[in-house]
Nanobody, 122 residues
Framework: QVQLVESGGGWVQAGGSLRLSCAAS????????MGWFRQAPGKDREFVAA????????YYADSVKGRFTCSRDNAKNTVYLQMNSLTPEDTAVYYC???????????????WGQGTQVTVSS
């Protein structure tokens, strides 16, 4: 089992940057693939990024490639999402998730954080 808590969300003007953090509890953090998802008002939750347990491989949605970077520090039980060149289309609640294998599908992740709001103004 693992518990996840996101932080780092907030308000930013278009073109700005934010770094989200996801702190995990427990002693099994390094065993999990970590994913980032987001959900905008009136829309389904969508995949943003994922990272394998060693941090050697990352995966990104086409909409964020070249702008977002996912990383992890297993010693600190923390995964990060660096978001650059933000646009209003990035406005959403961002969630981190943990699973046993890397995937872009919501249902395949076993554990979820409560989310952190990101608002990008034009």
């Amino acid at each position: 089992q693992v518990q996840l808590v996101e932080s780092g969300g907030g308000w930013v003007q278009a073109g700005g940057s934010l770094r989200l953090s996801c702190a995990a509890s427990g002693r099994t953090f390094s065993s999990f693939v970590m994913g980032w998802f987001r959900q905008a008002p009136g829309k389904d939750r969508e995949f943003v990024a994922a990272i394998n347990w060693t941090g050697s491989r990352t995966y990104y949605a086409d909409s964020v490639k070249g702008r977002f970077t996912c990383s992890r520090d297993n010693a600190k039980n923390t995964v990060y999402l660096q978001m650059n060149s933000l646009t209003p289309e990035d406005t959403a609640v961002y969630y981190c998730a943990a699973g046993l294998s890397i995937t872009t599908r919501n249902r395949d992740y076993n554990y979820w954080g409560q989310g952190t709001q990101v608002t990008v103004s034009s």
